[in-house]
């Protein structure tokens, strides 16, 4: 596609409820991040893939967090038995080759209530 | 742990005059140091990027000063219109690709 495209651009759910957050890369990019970004905060590195293997998860903040980018092209962020401290927006990125700039998506907003 | 810290968090400059923005970091292993660019409702954009061996970077109106032996690094943008007015993150490579993030500057710019 011409740009990062992530999908819900909204979420909003109740504590307890798992939600899944996709991104869909530019076309041939080799790489994706998820990086969460609070409100007037920098974007915090969450975890990124080369292809379909991950290479670094070590910014996911519990094991309720996961991520998986299975043919190497749509990644989906997973976060079950959400909190409200989950609440922040998602966002994705992916790059062209493994040193090149990233391109972000718009992000998802996740609110749990 | 705040690995790349960025100053001021809000600025106020008049048009046509110069906005710069400073971050400062720690970590002597950081080997690429970029700008992004975000407007409200949208995703950081990169603006401008530099690596240590090179002590400025100039790309229109924006040009990026590189200290190494101060770990400091800053944003210079000329000429600052209007249009400029948005967030300034800087950032810092670690490892292979992961980018950390400074806390970012609110910038405006008055017509």
């Known amino acids: 596609g011409a740009g990062v495209s992530q999908s819900p651009r909204y979420k909003v759910t109740k504590r307890g409820q798992d939600v899944a957050l996709r991104c869909d890369p530019i076309?041939?990019?080799?790489?994706l991040y998820w990086y969460r970004q609070a409100l007037g905060q920098g974007p915090e590195f969450l975890t990124y893939?080369?292809?379909?293997?991950?290479?670094?998860k070590s910014g996911l903040p519990n094991d309720r967090f996961s991520a998986e980018r299975p043919e190497g092209s749509i990644s989906t962020l997973t976060i079950q038995r959400t909190e409200q401290r989950d609440s922040a927006m998602y966002r994705c990125?992916?790059?062209?080759?493994?040193?090149?700039?990233?391109?972000f998506g718009s992000g998802t907003r996740l609110t749990v209530v | 742990q705040q690995q790349v810290k960025q100053s001021p968090q809000s600025l106020i400059v008049q048009k046509g005059g110069i906005s710069i923005i400073n971050c400062a970091y720690e970590n002597t292993a950081f080997d690429y140091f970029p700008w992004y660019q975000q407007f409200p409702g949208k995703g950081p954009a990169l603006l401008i990027a530099i690596r240590p061996d090179v002590s400025e970077k100039k790309e229109g109106r924006f040009t990026i000063s590189f200290n190494k032996s101060a770990k400091q690094f800053s944003l210079h943008i000329m000429d600052s219109q209007p249009g400029d007015s948005a967030t300034y993150f800087c950032a810092a490579r670690q490892g292979a690709q992961k980018l950390v993030f400074g806390q970012g500057t609110r910038l405006t710019i008055n017509p």
């Open positions: 893939f080369n292809y379909e293997a991950q290479q670094d």
């Open positions: 076309s041939g990019h080799v790489s």
């Open positions: 990125a992916s790059s062209s080759v493994e040193y090149g700039g990233y391109t």
